[in-house]
């Protein structure tokens, strides 16, 4: 028999049993569907999470003064010299000076983060131009000049060209007051970002806390360009922080999320495996005395072995064609808007002036992708084999 006759023998037999074959692929499709778009969406979880995290408050990695980490003591920043920025040169970077403060509203008090930056840095890590209604980057002629979020500017009314004062401790400790004018709304990282935090330029708070230094920083945003690890900081004074060491809550969220899709995927095939194999060995058993005959009109157990492996190919093939088909459409479809998992309890969650919305938009993960799809084609073709392995061998018996 040679092996076009095969195939098409191959593809008759698929036809002839097409109810069980049929069970088959369905049962692929619904496996392999819901697998990978679980994935997808938790590994979508897992993205906006760091997006939220690494593109607003943390970068990849910071340089941040010790004290500051510790005591949150905004009085005594490091400086930004040579030797630091030497070993920062293969990194985009951004130095920072933050500042707690307060602003009265008739609302009540409204905490708000006065990050201060060299405008024309930060624009090379964090670029805002294409988010912000009014000036951008802040100028210089003007220090009391301040750009807001979005979600501060409507709680609060503000305007561009209004005055925001704000209540803060200088160095002796005295609560000051200190009038900033709103040249810019940013409308960017979302509500709680835009609700919490404000730019300035560094020398703002220099001014206000009277640091002589122009060169004074809190914390160094670092976007590593091809460096796969952080610098490495030997002062002592120093310490280096990734987002999952400052957000270690988050992290262990985001584990749970991997945990939680490794067992969904590992559960989903494992129901796979007893519903694809089964009707496969009931399928080979029913054809023993095709087999038979097989055998009587001088086939071969190669042959025999090859009809098998091209049915279970066919088989595969059109399974993993339909899947694939139908879960990119599903994928698309929800990428467009998101999924909005408010009904099933899925809440907001706000830390450090970061939100993570309860909309997921899935990401696919190729890894998940290969596995799944691998593990489905792997249990068709082994299955096929071990049938007619342990078929021939009954033939060979019975002979």
Not at 284 to 310: H, M, N, P, Q, S
Request: one cysteine or more; charged letters at 20%; aromatic letters at 8%.
């Amino acid at each position: 028999m040679n092996k076009t006759a095969i195939l098409h023998f191959a593809l008759r037999s698929i036809i002839r049993q097409k109810s069980r074959n049929a069970f088959i692929i369905v049962i692929v499709c619904l496996t392999s569907i819901f697998s990978l778009f679980t994935a997808s969406l938790f590994e979508g979880k897992n993205h906006q999470l760091k997006n939220s995290i690494i593109e607003t408050e943390t970068g990849h990695w910071q340089v941040l003064d010790r004290g500051f980490f510790d005591t949150q003591d905004p009085m005594n920043p490091e400086v930004l010299d040579r030797k630091l920025l030497k070993k920062l040169r293969p990194y985009k970077m951004t130095p920072e000076l933050l500042l707690k403060t307060t602003i009265l509203h008739p609302e009540g008090s409204q905490e708000l983060t006065l990050i201060g930056i060299e405008p024309e840095s930060h624009e090379k890590v964090f670029p805002l131009k294409a988010h912000v209604t009014g000036t951008w980057p802040i100028p210089k002629e003007n220090r009391r000049t301040v750009v807001i979020g979005q979600k501060f500017a409507e709680k609060l009314k503000l305007a561009i060209g209004d005055d925001l004062v704000i209540t803060y401790q200088d160095r002796s400790n005295a609560i000051l007051n200190e009038a900033l004018t709103v040249v810019g709304i940013f409308n960017k990282y979302g509500p709680g970002f835009e609700g919490h935090n404000a730019y300035v330029r560094n020398e703002v708070i220099q001014d206000l806390l009277s640091l002589a230094d122009a060169g004074s920083f809190h914390r160094v945003i670092l976007k590593p360009q091809d460096a796969k690890v952080p610098p490495v900081i030997k002062n002592k004074n120093l310490v280096l922080k990734s987002w999952d060491n400052l957000y270690p809550e988050l992290n262990v969220m985001m584990r749970f999320h991997d945990g939680t899709t490794r067992a969904l995927i590992v559960f989903m095939l494992v129901i796979a495996f007893v519903s694809i194999i089964t009707p496969i060995n009931i399928l080979w058993d029913e054809r023993k005395e095709e087999v038979k005959l097989l055998r009587t009109l001088g086939t071969g157990d190669k042959t025999i072995y090859l009809l098998g492996a091209c049915e279970a190919v066919t088989i595969i093939g059109i399974s993993l064609i339909l899947s694939v088909s139908i879960w990119g459409v599903l994928h698309l479809l929800s990428i467009q808007k998101g999924l909005d998992f408010t009904l099933l309890g899925e809440q907001q969650v706000v830390r450090e002036g970061i939100q993570i919305s309860p909309l997921v938009f899935p990401v696919i993960n190729w890894m998940n992708v290969i596995v799944i799809l691998s593990f489905h084609a792997v249990i068709i073709f082994g299955s096929n084999y071990f049938c007619v392995k342990k078929l021939v061998k009954k033939e060979v018996i019975d002979a």
